[in-house]
T-cell receptor, first 113, second 111 residues
């Protein structure tokens, strides 16, 4: 079964703790993306990676960090510097950059109290 | 800065009705436009992708049109069914495959 997996589905953390969200794809896609979704709002781009060992900041990168050591994996760390981390986080991938369809994972709902 | 607006924010229709969802964007220098469906608490499912050189795409009961010059796209759903109830998101694509999303239209089809 080809697709994108995100784990866990629900994550709870105390304020001040860093937390890492997992994203894995077996579609052999070059590009991967992290988005954040808040209630009643569209998705906003956090980070994206076009190739292994390379990534760029999106529109709301502050308080987040990523790595891309393997083609199939793009973990996102939500640091304690992120002021409002509670949100629904979605990972996506695409075959290459430029004019192609993005495919999304099932999402991780992070709650920080 | 690109802004994407979707109207209406919510829509409730009886089963069997044909309906139109609207998406507008401020910057016409786009690579493509993608329509997604999102069920509550789930990820996004891609419905249709229209390249900037295309005017429309069709898949089953769905038809999406694109007018770059006016900054508009519509998603037409024919003969709506209760299973079509979901949030529909429009996203415009730019260089580097970056997407800018609208806030979505929440659709409810009543049986």
């Amino acid at each position: 079964d080809g697709g994108i997996t995100q784990s866990p589905k629900y994550l709870f953390r105390k304020e001040g703790q860093n937390v890492t969200l997992s994203c894995e794809q077996n579609l052999n896609h070059d590009a991967m993306y992290w988005y954040r979704q808040d209630p009643g709002q569209g998705l906003r781009l956090i980070y994206y990676s076009q190739i292994v060992n390379d990534f760029q900041k999106g529109d709301i990168a502050e308080g987040y960090s990523v790595s891309r050591e393997k083609k199939e994996s793009f973990p996102l760390t939500v640091t304690s510097a992120q002021k409002n981390p509670t949100a629904f986080y979605l990972c996506a991938s695409s075959p290459r950059t430029g004019g192609v369809e993005q495919y999304f994972g099932p999402g991780t709902r992070l709650t920080v109290t | 800065k690109q802004e994407v607006t979707q109207i209406p924010a919510a829509l409730s229709v009886p089963e069997g009705e044909n309906l139109v969802l609207n998406c507008s964007f401020t910057d016409s220098a786009i690579y493509n436009l993608q329509w997604f469906r999102q069920d509550p608490g789930k990820g996004l499912t891609s419905l249709l992708l229209i390249q900037s050189s295309q005017r429309e795409q069709t898949s089953g009961r769905l038809n999406a049109s694109l007018d770059k010059s006016s900054g508009r796209s519509t998603l037409y759903i024919a003969a709506s069914q209760p299973g079509d109830s979901a949030t529909y998101l429009c996203a415009v694509g730019f260089y580097g495959n970056k997407l800018v999303f609208g806030a979505g239209t929440i659709l409810r089809v009543k049986s």
